[in-house]
Nanobody, 117 residues
Framework: QVQLVESGGGLVQPGGSLRLSCAAS????????MAWYRQAPGKEREMVAT???????NYQDSVKGRFTISADNPKKTVYLQMNSLKPEDTAVYYC??????WGTGYWGQGTQVTVSS
């Protein structure tokens, strides 16, 4: 079993920054691949960024150059640094550890990010 706990969300003005954290715990040794997803009101959940065990990252086009995903394996923690935030980034952000492909596996409870002036 794996537990994922997100933190770091909040209200920020456009152009501002936030850093999300996802602390993982449970019966596993390594983080392996991890991801951040988000879901805005009335929209489907979408992948924001992924990171593999070897540190290879991938981003949704809308966040490239603004968001950075990273992982601290000894701490079993994944981060999402979000810069130059826009109102359209407003969503609940979820941490995800896949078990059999992206979108299938463990999820955190989510953390709200609101970008508004």
């Amino acid at each position: 079993q794996v537990q994922l706990v997100e933190s770091g969300g909040g209200l920020v003005q456009p152009g501002g920054s936030l850093r999300l954290s996802c602390a993982a715990s449970g019966s596993f040794t390594n983080l392996n691949a991890m991801a951040w997803y988000r879901q805005a009101p009335g929209k489907e959940r979408e992948m924001v960024a992924t990171i593999t065990w070897t540190g290879i990252t991938n981003y949704q086009d809308s966040v490239k150059g603004r968001f950075t995903i990273s992982a601290d394996n000894p701490k079993k923690t994944v981060y999402l640094q979000m810069n130059s935030l826009k109102p359209e980034d407003t969503a609940v952000y979820y941490c995800h550890r896949p078990t059999s492909g992206w979108g299938t596996g463990y999820w955190g409870q989510g953390t709200q990010v609101t970008v508004s002036s």
